[in-house]
Each structure stands twice: as structure tokens, then as C-alpha cells.
Nanobody, 118 residues
Framework: VQLVESGGGLVQAGGSLRLSCAAS????????VGWFRQAPGKEREFVAR????????SYADSVKGRFTIDRDNIKNTVTLQMNVLKSEDTAIYYC????????????WGQGTQVTVVT
């Protein structure tokens, strides 16, 4: 199983980026998917999660109203639309799959760097 994140980059504060998580060796439609991030010197933190059906979504308070998680089970991808980016959003962003409903993530991608400059 391989998860690959893409879409990261350098953006001005207030701008937008759209991250994508693609899977090989696993059909994402059967799993919940979470996005996490880790900033330099900080612990990894939860960003957003979407259930296998897309019917249940949750966000960290820090991104609520600015980020949107979505999934396309035909394309086998999960996206994270990030708007009104702030410098504190700078981090490596990871996606991960959860085979159950207990937020026990089993496979992780390598991450994509997001850098927000002012």
C-alpha cells in the first residue's frame, strides 16, 4: 500500500493550495482518511478526517472554516482544499488511512511541504 501526497508548495499568506492524497494497492473508498501536519520542532497534529462514505467529516479548530476535506472514490483520491492560509499553516502535510472507526491509522504517505510566507 502506498499513499502519495501532492499539491504542496510555497504560497503567500491569504492564498490557497489544494492537496491531494492518492493511493495504490488500496481502494481508498473502503477507508476513512485523515490529514495531519507537522511543523518544524512541533509534534504531528490532526488537521481533518473524512469517513469512507464522506458522510462524517471533522476538522481541527485551527483550520475550521478555512480547510475543506473531500473525497472522490472513483478517482481513489482524497483532497484537502486550504484557503486563507496563514504562516502557522506551514508544515509537512501527511495523509493516512484508517481501516476502522477508532482513528487508528495504519498507512501513511511521505508528506508534502506547505510553506506560507508573509
Amino acid at each position: 500500500v502506498q499513499l502519495v501526497e501532492s499539491g504542496g508548495g510555497l504560497v503567500q499568506a491569504g492564498g490557497s493550495l489544494r492537496l491531494s492524497c492518492a493511493a495504490s494497492g488500496r481502494t481508498l473508498s473502503s477507508y476513512a482518511v485523515g490529514w495531519f501536519r507537522q511543523a518544524p520542532g512541533k509534534e504531528r497534529e490532526f488537521v481533518a478526517r473524512i469517513s469512507w462514505s464522506g458522510g462524517t467529516i471533522s476538522y481541527a479548530d485551527s483550520v475550521k472554516g478555512r480547510f475543506t476535506i473531500d473525497r472522490d472514490n472513483i478517482k481513489n483520491t482524497v483532497t484537502l482544499q486550504m484557503n486563507v492560509l496563514k504562516s502557522e499553516d506551514t508544515a509537512i502535510y501527511y495523509c493516512a488511512t484508517d481501516p476502522g472507526s477508532s482513528s487508528q491509522y495504519d498507512y501513511w504517505g511521505q508528506g508534502t511541504q506547505v510553506t506560507v510566507v508573509t
